[in-house]
């Protein structure tokens, strides 16, 4: 007689994008586990009938700054089961590891090793913090972005492998925040991860533009050629808004290195505008002067104003250079535009990942951001609609809209290929992105036919069409709601 399991997922379509397995299953589940694929009736202490819906593996984010509470239940309603801050980073990693611990956490969590707090500590002094807040405080601090001596790096570096060995997910490298730094200093990076066995994350130095010096193109051989020279594993962080309209020349770059073997990943998200800080070099006004593009491409998010001139665009860099601004790279309902975006997201092998980031909140009471992490989310909350919605935008409008992306396709990217990126340093990515028996029960289940993002550039708004969503076999979603009180979330780090 079949040994009873924990729970029984019945008749949903289910994907395993790793066996190619796409047809009518049920999933027993015990233990976080999952114990059973099958035709057969499996006996279960809980039953719950899924039919008519898709099981997939739970989407796994490799780049989300969103690492608060709030910022992980609104992408657990978007189907995530894990969410991984490698661009940015933390730093002290062993402190930031034990306070998501002790706070909890709805979907698994990590963090690499961050370059940018790093060169913070080190040579502005700034005291390291288990908080989100500290680079976008002292984006104005002179010292993190200048070059350094031999002896200053080696300290850097030395401090980023104690912060490695505590478990850090890589190294996260913001060098585009700091392009004055020096090329030998990321070599010098590049080299240490390839010794430690650890990839690299890289906001690239430089986006935007194809007039030379400094273009998009430059900024992606640069990674490029750090992982052909030391062995390391690089990835190039949202491909889509540092490539900007260069994608083609990028995409041609990436695809003849991976040819010649060089190790070197890519992600994108579904959206025509990105986000950060109003201080970043990259929207320094001779930038905008030499690209030709309108201050108004820029929202700056406290006052919710359309920056209207350079003029006023220095003041708020000079007034608050860590204040939180949309940048519209491109129009996503001009047909030559959209068709950028949608090479970005269809380089092969790309994975999905949203650059969700912290919510604050915009009536004034909290310019620094806290405060935003509430439950239920605030109305005055104000954040980047990937935040909440990249996944559910992903199936409702690259597979079911415009048919660019199989079913089978789309759960890849957003399941399986960020396992498989991080499974050669990561031994727990082994057992994600699959829906196999051994593998964890990290699961989401959704409807195909509604699956869709509702949040906007003023509205912070979850998901919607996906049912349940499980972590480590514990329902963190049911029946489309959250469960406020399930915390299964478990750390992820690297061997």
């Not at 601090?141 to 401090?159: H, I, M, N, Y």
């Amino acid at each position: 007689m079949p040994v009873r399991v924990d729970l029984a997922l019945t008749g949903a379509r289910v994907i395993d994008p790793e066996s190619g397995l796409d047809g009518v299953r049920t999933v027993g589940i015990s233990d976080g586990t999952i114990v059973a694929v099958t035709t057969d009736q499996v006996p279960a202490e809980t039953v719950v009938d899924v039919s008519g819906q898709v099981l997939a593996p739970g989407f796994i984010d490799l780049h989300s700054h969103a690492q608060s509470l709030t910022g992980m239940r609104l992408q657990a309603l978007d189907g995530v089961t894990t969410a991984l801050d490698l661009e940015a980073g933390a730093l002290p990693v062993r402190e930031r590891y034990q306070r998501s611990i002790e706070e909890g956490r709805p979907i698994n969590f990590g963090f690499s090793a961050s370059w940018a707090l790093a060169r913070l500590h080190l040579f502005d002094g700034v005291p390291l913090a288990a908080t989100d807040s500290i680079l976008s405080g002292h984006q104005a601090s002179p010292g993190w972005r200048a070059p350094v001596t031999r002896a200053e790096r080696a300290r850097l570096l030395d401090l980023i492998e104690e912060n490695v060995a505590e478990g850090a997910v890589g190294i996260g490298v913001l060098l585009g925040y700091a392009p004055e730094t020096s090329r030998d200093e990321y070599f010098q990076v590049a080299s240490l991860a390839s010794r430690l066995g650890v990839p690299v994350f890289t906001h690239a130095r430089y986006m935007g533009g194809a007039d030379e010096p400094h273009t998009s193109l430059e900024g992606a051989v640069e990674v490029i050629a750090a992982a052909t020279g030391t062995g390391a594993q690089m990835h190039l962080c949202h491909v889509n808004s540092t490539s900007d309209r260069m994608i083609d020349e990028v995409a041609e770059a990436v695809l003849r290195a991976r040819g010649y073997g060089v190790r070197v990943s890519t992600e994108a998200y579904p959206y025509g505008a990105a986000s950060t800080v109003i201080g970043a070099p990259f929207f320094a006004p001779e930038r905008f002067v030499r690209a030709g593009i309108p201050t108004r491409a820029l929202t700056y998010l406290p006052t919710g104003e359309r920056v209207a001139s350079l003029e006023r665009l220095a003041e708020l860099r000079e007034r608050d250079p860590g204040g939180a601004v949309i940048f519209e790279w491109l129009d996503e309902h001009d047909e030559a535009d959209r068709a950028v975006l949608l090479r970005s997201l269809l380089l092969a092998d790309t994975a999905i990942a949203s650059d969700a980031m912290p919510l604050f909140l915009s009536d004034g009471s909290a310019q620094d951001g806290s405060g935003a992490d509430a439950w239920p989310v605030s109305p005055h909350a104000r954040v980047h609609p990937r935040s909440a919605g990249t996944y559910a935008r992903t199936f409702r409008w690259l597979v079911r809209e415009l048919g660019v992306l199989s079913l089978s396709e789309a759960v890849r990217r957003c399941s399986l290929l960020p396992a498989q990126i991080l499974a050669e340093s990561v031994p727990a990515m082994r057992r994600k992105g699959r829906v196999q028996v051994g593998a964890d029960a990290d699961l989401v289940v959704f409807d195909p036919a509604t699956i869709a993002d509702r949040a906007t550039y003023t509205s912070v708004v979850p998901s919607t069409g996906i049912s349940h969503v499980l972590v480590s076999g514990v329902f963190v979603v049911r029946d489309g709601v959250l469960i406020a009180t399930a915390n299964p979330g478990r750390p992820i780090r690297s061997r």
